[in-house]
């Protein structure tokens, strides 16, 4: 039997640990915080099936100044760090070219659309417990006019990759989803095959339950480094002890690329910081499914422990959170729906682990044999945690994957 560390005790950690436990593994799980303690716990809790197509495109491009000029805009690039964001910037700019956008939608989309099966197998099996898992779909609110050509780009992807749609008016938006929304909108988007949970919180926890009675181990320390020995196995310094293993993964969200650049590989992966809000007794309590406001950029997820604001995209932002981004979800939200007054129970800020084409790296470290990492699920980690256990798994057994993983490879930035 072999042995494995997996650093990381977030969504995709427990997911490939479990993996890798049912595979044959001994595996261990080291995380200097509790399980799910970062961005897994964070999340807007939406498995996010309609998100074939990368960030890094053309139209987020041409509308970036529009929205960084405009007040309250969902996406901000923090002054103070534009010097250690500009080569993360051109590398993303560069990724959102007509040909690479491309290129990368296919291979985003071969995770994606594979992404509710891996969700399935873990209800069926029990280590998800089904009253967490919401199959009702969930809706994109327009509060404009779409843009004609941004549309029919929009709908083209879409049905090139099966993702059902239908789309809404103002009124049967307000008569079948949100009969409290005061806003006044142009029309919506229903998706009826995404899916939500109903506390991301216990999700994880369970899929670190499940990865402990499949027989692996956990222990919280942070993770120093590595010494990879002349015989292919790779000794782990964390905390005060030294663990020798045959595989490493290395799953630790947006911290992944400092640990794995003493080995030799340098990845481009920044922290996308967001923000939540949640609302313990909010008066706009009718929301029938999950909502995203476009324009607004963010989410209300009705949750089992209240409805969840959560959205912005914050880039170049300091240790500290600002948070004027969580206050802005508040009033967004009481701008929408009638007679809202929220009373808050938290709020929370996490990074997201980003790379400039907005797709995962899923790949063994080209300069470490034996040292593999799954990062960079930027929005996508709940989405994408199932079936990235499962494709890790069968990589590091050296099993055929069930996605090609070229496209995910560590050094196609080099």
């Not at 938006?173 to 919506?188: D, G, M, T």
């Amino acid at each position: 039997m072999k042995d494995v560390v997996v650093i990381g005790a977030g969504l995709i950690g427990c997911s490939a640990a479990l993996n890798l436990a049912k595979r044959g593994f001994r595996a261990q799980i080291l995380d200097s915080a509790a399980p799910g303690s970062g961005c897994s716990f964070g999340n807007a809790g939406i498995i996010a099936v309609d998100h074939v197509a990368p960030l890094a495109s053309p139209q987020t491009v041409a509308g970036i100044p529009r929205m960084l000029l405009q007040q309250n805009s969902p996406l901000r690039l923090n002054t103070q760090g534009i010097p250690r964001m500009t080569p993360w910037m051109w590398k993303f700019v560069r990724q959102a070219s007509p040909a690479n956008y491309a290129r990368n939608t296919v291979s985003l989309a071969s995770l994606v659309t594979v992404a509710k099966a891996g969700w399935r197998r873990l209800l069926e099996s029990g280590e998800i417990p089904k009253e967490l898992f919401r199959d009702i779909g969930a809706l994109y609110v327009y509060e404009q006019p779409e843009d004609n050509k941004a549309r029919e780009q929009l709908i083209d992807v879409l049905d090139r990759f099966g993702v059902e749609h239908r789309e809404l008016n103002a009124d049967q938006v307000r008569a079948n989803y949100l009969p409290s929304l005061k806003a006044k909108i142009s029309h919506a988007r229903y998706m009826p095959g995404m899916a939500s949970v109903t506390n991301p919180q216990r999700v994880v926890q369970s899929l670190f339950g499940a990865a402990r009675s499949a027989g692996v181990a956990f222990r919280q320390a942070r993770v120093e480094g590595f010494s990879l020995g002349p015989d292919g196995r790779v000794t782990v310094h964390a905390g005060a002890g030294t663990t020798t293993v045959d595989k490493v993964l290395v799953a630790a969200g947006a911290l992944s690329a400092k640990l794995i650049e003493p080995l030799g590989t340098s990845i481009p992966l920044t922290n996308e910081r967001g923000y939540h809000v949640e609302l313990k007794e909010p008066s706009a309590d009718q929301l029938k499914v999950p909502v995203s406001f476009v324009e607004a950029g963010f989410t209300c997820n009705p949750m089992s422990t209240g409805i969840r604001l959560a959205g912005t995209v914050e880039f170049g932002g300091g240790e500290k959170p600002d948070w004027r981004r969580a206050d802005m979800l508040v009033r967004e939200f009481t701008r929408m729906f009638s007679g809202a007054s929220p009373k808050e129970s938290s709020r929370w800020f996490g990074d997201r682990p980003t790379l400039p084409d907005y797709l995962p790296m899923i790949d063994e470290i080209p300069a470490a044999r034996n040292v593999f990492v799954a990062t960079g699920h930027q929005h996508l980690g709940l989405t994408l945690a199932p079936v990235t256990g499962e494709l890790v798994a069968q990589m590091i057994a050296g099993a055929p994957t069930a996605v090609d993983l070229s496209p995910f490879r560590a050094n196609r930035f080099a």
